[in-house]
T-cell receptor, first 112, second 111 residues
Framework: DGGITQSPKYLFRKEGQNVTLSCEQN?????MYWYRQDPGQGLRLIYY???????QKGDIAEGYSVSREKKESFPLTVTSAQKNPTAFYLC???????????FGPGTRLTVL | RKEVEQDPGPFNVPEGATVAFNCTYS??????FFWYRQDCRKEPKLLMS???SGNEDGRFTAQLNRASQYISLLIRDSKLSDSATYLC????????????FGAGTTVTVRA
């Protein structure tokens, strides 16, 4: 089955720790994205990548980092510099930047 | 002003009713439009794209009004399974990424 997987589903972190969220897709999509969703707000873009070894900052990139070493994978690291990291993180992919995006099941991060 | 605005609702409707709601966008140069459905604590899933001429998919009808800068979604013969949050998504770029997401409209269908 083709799709997007994210792991873990739930993640708890102590303040001051970095954590890495996994996102893998087998849809052969070139573009991948990371969003953050907070209650009562629309999704906000953290980073996106159009092709391997290239990525761009989104609207709220501060305190986050990404890599795109393989087409299938786009991990997101939430660093200790992110001041309010508790949120629902969604990974998405699409054929190209202007094509329909499909989302993974998300990771709920809670900072204790 | 937000780039994409939606009435958060909730819209509480009985089974079989028709419910409709709008989404306004601020950038007149916006290129493409979508409705996504998001169930509680789940990921958004594409419901339908919105075309200039309007389009229908079963019980769902989407319309685009460029002059007034809004899109609409109408659900006919509501089912309990239609209960969800509906996200309006607007792409403001021609050849690059510039998606804006509304915060969503919550619909609750009751028996």
């Amino acid at each position: 089955d083709g799709g997007i997987t994210q792991s873990p589903k739930y993640l708890f972190r102590k303040e001051g720790q970095n954590v890495t969220l996994s996102c893998e897709q087998n849809l052969n999509h070139d573009a991948m994205y990371w969003y953050r969703q907070d209650p009562g707000q629309g999704l906000r873009l953290i980073y996106y990548s159009q092709i391997v070894n290239d990525f761009q900052k989104g609207d709220i990139a501060e305190g986050y980092s990404v890599s795109r070493e393989k087409k299938e994978s786009f991990p997101l690291t939430v660093t200790s510099a992110q001041k309010n990291p508790t949120a629902f993180y969604l990974c998405a992919s699409s054929m190209g930047l202007t094509d329909t995006q499909y989302f993974g099941p998300g990771t709920r991060l809670t900072v204790l | 002003r937000k780039e994409v605005e939606q009435d958060p609702g909730p819209f509480n409707v009985p089974e079989g009713a028709t419910v409709a709601f709008n989404c306004t966008y601020s950038n007149s140069a916006s290129q493409s439009f979508f409705w996504y459905r998001q169930d509680c604590r789940k990921e958004p899933k594409l419901l339908m794209s919105v075309y200039s001429s309007g389009n229908e998919d079963g019980r769902f009808t989407a319309q685009l009004n460029r002059a007034s800068q809004y899109i609409s979604l109408l659900i006919r013969d509501s089912k309990l399974s239609d209960s969800a949050t509906y996200l309006c998504v607007v792409n403001m770029a021609v050849s690059d990424y510039k998606l804006s997401f509304g915060a969503g409209t919550t619909v609750t269908v009751r028996a």
